[in-house]
């Protein structure tokens, strides 16, 4: 009788506790599950793998590339369409070595070039994550790539050149909150895609990365990340690149165009420990010294011509935002005075900004941005020339002049 | 050494902004709408009242229900205009949502109707279009949705006065060949379908004749019935 009791007793403590064993495994995965979207999120998956009006990470977004253009993948869990049969093994190949189950060649316009590096448990936990939204039945549109480019063998010549395989290797000589800057930085983050230069094979070398590059196609300048006269952040202070990464807007400048899309999607949802991990990557990674001033193409007669009539301009359009100096209302109104973007080589990205005006993205640290007016319609290719050239030349900014047929030039950029 | 005297002259605004909370607001733009919309007032005026451009439209005063379906459809690309298209991509519903409320409670006065270019029956063409429709042909007037004094209603109907002839008819050429949608059942490209070249060139001249009403209000949601279901006017 006393040892029935006990036995009942003991297989009542063993269901308890094989209960609780059950909770903890579910518990842990709901945590793998959260950890996924969270690294989904800085991975930017979504920019990518979910279109304008479709279903989250249905695919069928389309990218423009000088070869034609792509299609992106259903990475959702539906058997037919997505990767419901995909094994994390599978998912894992795919990120790490950018092939199919199947060991065809993906194209390099899904980021395994840099998704390479990241870890197993987190490409894994990824997985857990996109298994675990919801099934959406929707066949992948065909890419409409031009000969020779629909071949996927010429894959092979560009993995030789550009592709490098291999998880993240931390530099014990740094700090642990460097190496996990870097880690998201070079993985996840895949900042390299657009702030590297572009060579004719839509590679960018490893040597080149972050050096920054003109995005074909879009037609908005990434500036280098390790040049201070560029993006380099090495003057910077932490609070400011954590406020323009988290929130979009921060007392030394703002983002806009493509670099919008990247805060708007992925940046704003890190964490504050994450994310003063990237500020002290990208801090460390400027280089100490800078090139030699830039020179203007332009005589100089016709230079100054231009900033005075760039004055006016400014005067009457501007200055009311900006302020009369280039101080700005920072952070919502942006300095121009000492503004590094604005003094880049490439006028790119201030003539655009005159073109198409902006919001920096709405985000969880502010809502509700002020906007710039476009002053396409306003202004000639003459006045925006010279307003340019004059931002880029006052207040000890050391940029360069530039002409009314650059500016003609981007009036037909594309705005998506 | 120009550049390191700006940079601390910047040093010096920013401590400076955090002397007190009237240094801050001295140095932060005015924490309004009004601040917040600028980037569209040379295109629609400051109050939205419209511009000169005749592509431009007024926004002021149309139902906020209405105004925010448009901003939506601008910011997924559904309804296109290259440069709304990019200022809207990433600003997020709720502040869509406060531009459509803050344009919606602007009541500047609607512009003089402008003199037409058309002649006097293809204006009297206009006005049947608009007060009768033509039942042989499927087309319900304009004022059975659009509202009796062409106020529209709330929340997603919008009045059809102060608009330029060149706009409206652009608006009913892009439901025509299916560039502008609005949620299904989309009532409008059932009506634009039933319409000829002439059918817009018509009605859209007639509307813009037409003098400010006494009240230009959209009239309250359920006033009255609709002659068919409008996705963007539930019941």
């Known amino acids: 009788m006393g040892s029935k009791l006990s036995i009942t007793l003991l297989a009542l403590a063993a269901l308890i506790t094989a209960a609780q064993a059950q909770d903890k495994t579910q518990d842990k995965s709901s945590d793998v599950i959260a950890r996924g979207e969270y690294l989904a999120r800085a991975g930017d998956c979504t920019a990518c793998h979910t279109a304008a009006e479709g279903r989250l990470f249905a695919g069928g977004r389309p990218m423009p590339t000088p070869f034609g253009t792509i299609y992106t ?86 993995r030789t050149l550009y592709f490098r395989e291999g998880e ?129 193409a332009l005589p100089n007669t016709e230079s100054s011509l231009l900033i005075s009539l760039g004055k006016t301009v400014y005067d009457k359009n ?69 307003v340019v050239s004059y931002i880029r030349t006052a207040w000890g900014n050391r940029g360069t002049p530039v002409s009314a047929r650059e500016a003609n030039e981007l009036r037909s950029a594309p705005l998506n | 050494m120009f550049a390191r005297a700006a940079a601390s002259a910047a040093v010096i605004v920013t401590l400076s902004a955090f002397d007190g909370a009237a240094a801050q607001t001295a140095n932060q733009p005015p924490d309004t709408m009004a601040a917040r919309v600028e980037a569209c007032t040379p295109c629609h005026g400051n109050k939205g009242e419209g511009t000169s451009d005749v592509y431009f439209p007024r926004l002021a005063g149309k139902p906020a229900g209405y105004l925010y379906n448009q901003l939506l459809a601008f910011r997924s690309g559904r309804r296109k205009y290259p440069p709304m298209n990019y200022l809207l991509e990433f600003l997020p519903d709720p502040y869509l949502e406060a531009m459509a409320e803050y344009f919606a409670s602007e009541h500047p006065p609607l512009p003089q109707p402008a003199p037409s270019e058309v002649s006097k029956d293809v204006l009297a063409q206009g006005e049947a279009l608009a007060t009768s429709g033509d039942a042989g042909r499927g087309i319900p007037a304009c004022v059975s949705c659009h509202g009796p004094a062409l106020t529209g209603m709330q929340p997603g109907i919008p ?34 379908g039933h319409l000829t070249e002439a059918d817009v060139t018509a009605v859209a001249a007639w509307l813009a004749t037409r003098p400010a009403p006494a009240n230009p209000a959209p009239v309250p949601k359920g006033t009255y019935a609709l002659p068919f279901g409008c996705g963007s006017q539930p019941n």
């Not at chain 1, 460097?178 to 930085?185: D, F």
């Not at chain 2, 060149?166 to 949608?181: D, F, I, K, N, P």
Request: charged share 15%; glycine share 10%.
């Open chain 1, 73 to 158: 993948s259903n990475i959702t869990p539906d058997p037919e369409t997505g990767i419901g049969k995909w094994s994390a093994d599978d998912f894992y190949r795919t990120m790490h070595n950018g092939r199919f189950p199947d060991g065809g060649l993906i194209y390099p316009a899904m980021p395994f070039a840099s998704y390479t590096k990241v870890t197993r448990a987190d490409s894994d936990a990824i997985f857990a994550y996109l298994r675990s939204i919801q099934a959406v039945n929707q066949k992948n549109k065909p890419h409409e790539l031009r000969f020779p480019y629909d071949n996927r063998q010429l894959i092979l010549g560009w």
């Open chain 1, 168 to 296: 993240f290797r931390p530099d014990p000589a740094k700090s642990a909150e460097w190496n996990r800057g870097a880690y998201l930085v070079e993985g996840l983050g895949h900042c390299s895609m657009c702030h590297s230069p572009i060579n004719a094979l839509g590679g960018t070398s490893q040597s080149d990365a972050f050096k920054g590059g003109l995005i074909p196609m879009q037609n908005w300048y990434a500036p280098s990340l390790t040049n201070n006269r560029e993006a380099g952040l090495g003057d910077w202070s932490i609070k400011d690149i954590t406020d323009l990464l988290q929130t979009g807007v921060s007392a030394r400048g703002v983002v806009y165009g493509p670099m919008a899309e990247v805060v708007h999607n992925s940046l704003q949802y890190l964490d504050d420990a994450d994310t003063r991990a990237m500020a002290v990557y990208l801090k460390g990674i400027a280089e100490a010294s800078s090139p030699p001033p830039a020179s203007s």
């Open chain 1, 318 to 386: 501007c200055a009311s935002c900006h302020g009369t100096q280039g101080e700005g209302k920072p952070p919502h109104w942006p300095p121009l005075a000492n503004n590094q973007s604005i003094e880049m080589q490439s006028a790119v990205n201030p003539i655009r900004m005159v073109l198409n005006g902006g919001y920096p993205p709405g985000t969880k640290g502010n809502p509700m941005p002020y906007g710039m007016p476009p002053f396409a319609g306003l202004l000639s290719d003459n006045e925006v020339a010279a």
């Open chain 2, 159 to 192: 009045g059809l006065l102060g608009l330029r002839a060149a706009y409206v008819s652009a608006q009913l050429g892009a439901w025509r060949y299916g560039t502008r949608t609005a949620k299904s059942p989309d009532c409008m490209q059932l009506v634009a």
